[in-house]
Nanobody, 127 residues
Framework: QVQLVESGGGSVQAGGSLRLSCTAS?????????MAWFRQAPGKEREGVAG???????TYADSVKGRFTISKDNAKNILYLQMNSLKPEDTGMYYC????????????????????WGQGTQVTISS
C-alpha cells in the first residue's frame, strides 16, 4: 500500500529556511506521478502550495512564488519543498500528495486531483 511520509518541519524565525521531504514507498512509476505540497493553517482550508507534473513542470501559489521550490529525486522516491524567506503566514501543517494515475501530464494544485496523502509535518514561523 502506498505510503507518503513527510519530514523536515520545525520552528524557525521569519526570514529563515526549511526543506521538507516526502518519501514515497510501495509506489510504482514514482517518476511519472503528479505530486504536490499542500498546507493547512488552523481554522483554514487546505490549500495548494506547489505542484510538479510527471515531466517536471511546476506551479506555485502566488503567496510563495519566488520563495519556495518544489523538486523530485526520482532515484530515491523523494519529493522536496525548499522554503526560503519564510513568513509567519507560512505557518501550518504541510502535506505531500500524489496522484494515482501515472503519466497524467497536468500540473495541479487542486485537492481533487490527488489520491494519496501523507500525515503532514508542522511548520511554525515566528516573527
Amino acid at each position: 500500500q502506498v505510503q507518503l511520509v513527510e519530514s523536515g518541519g520545525g520552528s524557525v524565525q521569519a526570514g529563515g529556511s526549511l526543506r521538507l521531504s516526502c518519501t514515497a514507498s510501495s509506489v510504482s512509476n514514482f517518476s511519472v506521478r503528479r505530486m504536490a505540497w499542500f498546507r493547512q493553517a488552523p481554522g483554514k482550508e487546505r490549500e495548494g502550495v506547489a505542484g510538479i507534473s510527471p515531466y517536471g513542470v511546476t506551479t506555485y501559489a502566488d503567496s510563495v512564488k519566488g520563495r519556495f521550490t518544489i523538486s523530485k529525486d526520482n532515484a530515491k522516491n523523494i519529493l522536496y519543498l525548499q522554503m526560503n524567506s519564510l513568513k509567519p503566514e507560512d505557518t501550518g501543517m504541510y502535506y505531500c500528495a500524489m496522484s494515482a494515475a501515472p503519466f497524467d501530464s497536468r500540473v495541479s494544485l487542486d485537492r481533487a486531483d490527488f489520491d494519496y496523502w501523507g500525515q503532514g509535518t508542522q511548520v511554525t514561523i515566528s516573527s
